[in-house]
């Protein structure tokens, strides 16, 4: 599984939109890339993930650049329940079928203040 | 119910003691990860498996080991228990290709 790079935290406003970014420059054409987060001691959540094209779904946006070598999560209007560690990972799957151990890095700590 | 189950939830022992830890999931998935994390750190995978026959080591494999008695149960165990083995060990499973991870609550282990 490709590498991945995040910063160690970042601070955002309440309400405003929180913007994670994520260095993948090693990903391979059948890697996907997948964000979760994790609030305390809870068991990782998962976020949202992507190939190639832009995603959404209720809970944030996924930005891939064109030569998907990295990626922005963007929370749109963050709440304080949002801190958290926000975990970027990229997955290999060719055939119907997943490979890769799955392997998490630290993550971004995100801190969401009033 | 929780979809993916582990028990305890906290345990506490001593060193050289074996220790299990169980996780059960009713996703009908085949695919079951054992992660460990350290304060400050992320989760470090120790071992998966794609289904009863299949198990791989994982980056942190020394010291544990797994056992799949079936599709829906896969437990860890530490045969000695050692004091760097404290940490919080969460299970995971996950469906086909492209699907997420579900994680359960975890296991706060510490050995004294």
């Known amino acids: 599984d490709a590498k991945t790079t995040q910063p160690t935290s970042m601070d955002c406003a309440e309400g405003r939109a929180a913007n994670l970014p994520c260095n993948h420059s090693t990903i391979s054409g059948n890697e996907y890339v997948y964000w979760y987060r994790q609030i305390h001691s809870q068991g990782p959540q998962y976020i949202i993930h992507g190939l190639k094209n832009n995603e959404t779904n209720e809970m944030a946006s996924l930005i891939i650049t064109e030569d998907r070598k990295s990626s922005t999560l963007i929370l749109p209007h963050a709440t304080l329940r949002d801190t958290a560690v926000y975990y970027c990972i990229v997955i290999y799957s060719a055939g119907g079928t997943s490979y890769g151990k799955l392997t998490f890095g630290q993550g971004t700590i995100l801190t969401v203040h009033p | 119910d929780a979809d993916v189950t582990q028990t305890p939830r906290n345990r506490i022992t001593k060193t050289g003691k074996r220790i299990m830890l169980e996780c059960s999931q009713t996703k009908g998935h085949d695919r079951m990860y054992w992660y460990r994390q350290d304060p400050g750190l992320g989760l470090r995978l120790i071992y998966y498996s794609f289904d009863v026959k299949d198990i791989n080591k994982g980056e942190i494999s020394d010291g544990y080991s797994v056992s799949r008695q079936a599709q829906a149960k896969f437990s860890l165990s530490l045969e000695s228990a050692i004091p760097n083995q404290t940490a919080l060990y969460f299970c995971?499973?996950?469906?086909?290709?492209?699907?997420?991870?579900?994680f359960g609550s975890g296991t706060q282990l510490s050995v004294l």
């Open positions: 995971a499973t996950r469906g086909s290709a492209n699907e997420k991870l579900f």
